[in-house]
């Protein structure tokens, strides 16, 4: 177990985490054991470069949508 280990991370970050922590009713240790256990997406999110894969509909060509190619009450 080590004990009093540190982080290097922006300051901007560790108030972030402070007020969420806060927010929760939790402190600083605890929040992070909870994203650490309940954070399945965490390997995801560890490289930059993994963007995830969105589902794409590709319906062809298109042009522009008019209020006549719904409705027939134009003459």
Do not use: V
């Amino acid at each position: 177990m080590l004990m009093g280990m540190g982080l290097d991370i922006s300051a901007s970050t560790e108030t972030r985490l402070a007020a969420k922590a806060r927010e929760l009713g939790l402190s600083i240790d605890a929040l992070l054991e909870r994203l650490m256990n309940d954070g399945a997406d965490l390997a995801a999110c560890a490289s930059p470069d993994a963007i995830p894969e969105l589902p794409a509909w590709h319906l062809g060509a298109h042009s522009g949508f008019h209020r006549r190619d719904i409705y027939d009450d134009l003459g």
